[in-house]
């Protein structure tokens, strides 16, 4: 069965340092794994997505995430946090082709602070 | 609309109302899931709608919880006899096609239910 683990619940950094937020997946296939924000009373939205293509995934407001089979790892990294980048993020693995749902499976979730 | 909407965005229900929850899915979007979020968790899937048809209700926690799209457009999570444990946000997202494991969902804001 797919699996994500997100390996931190809580991150803080300083605004204008480097933001990581890791996540480990687990799957028996080529999986499709994506980044998602959720900001206080708003909505889940898209940062970035992998679908097998390129490895490093460029998404919005500066993030990236890269894709490492051998570690089975997509972490997410941004060279400059914002105080607006301050929310809580998701990563996430879909259903295999063939199960015929495409569910989301989702981490436990990190939230990020940013300090002044 | 432009994206996906819920209604009502905040719930109270004494323990043991029956109450329901609306998603407006983005105009044409063939497919239409139903999450549950736990405070300081992940969404976990509940139910997976293509058009009218649920082709998944294996999230679905127990029998007082029921789903239906009966035109393939808005969809409406039932809830009866809430209990306690009920208390979520309770997401609703959509697909604009039959849905493959690499697609976006968009998410629409969630409606907070709150069990007393």
């Known amino acids: 069965a797919q699996s994500v683990t997100q390996l931190d619940s809580h991150v803080s950094v300083s605004e204008g340092t480097p933001v990581l937020l890791r996540c480990n997946y687990s799957?028996?296939?080529?999986?499709?794994l994506f980044w998602y924000v959720q900001h206080p009373n708003k909505g889940l939205q898209l940062l970035l997505k992998?679908?097998?293509?390129?490895?490093l995934v460029k998404g919005i407001n500066g993030f990236e995430a890269e894709f490492k089979k051998s570690e089975t790892s997509f972490h997410l990294t941004k060279p400059s946090a914002h105080m607006s980048d301050a929310a809580e993020y998701f990563c996430?693995?879909?259903?295999?082709?063939?199960?015929?749902?495409?569910?989301?499976?989702f981490g436990t979730g990190t939230r990020l602070k940013v300090l002044a | 609309g432009a994206g996906v909407s819920q209604s009502p965005r905040y719930k109270v229900a004494k323990r043991g109302q029956d109450v329901a929850l609306r998603c407006d899915p983005i105009?044409?979007?063939?497919?239409l899931f139903w999450y549950q979020q736990a405070l300081g968790q992940g969404p976990e899937f509940l139910t997976y709608?293509?058009?009218?048809?649920?082709?998944?209700k294996s999230g679905l926690p127990s029998d007082r919880f029921f789903a239906e799209r009966p035109e393939g457009s808005v969809s409406t999570l039932k809830i009866q006899r809430t209990q306690q444990e009920d208390s979520a946000v309770y997401l609703c997202a959509t697909i604009g096609g039959g849905a493959r494991n690499t697609d976006t969902q968009y998410f629409g804001p969630g409606t907070r239910l709150t069990v007393l």
């Open positions: 996430v693995v879909s259903d295999p082709p063939g199960s015929g749902t495409y569910k989301y499976i």
């Open positions: 799957s028996s296939y080529s999986p499709s």
């Open positions: 105009s044409g979007h063939v497919s």
């Open positions: 709608f293509q058009n009218e048809a649920q082709l998944d």
């Open positions: 992998y679908t097998s293509a390129a490895t």
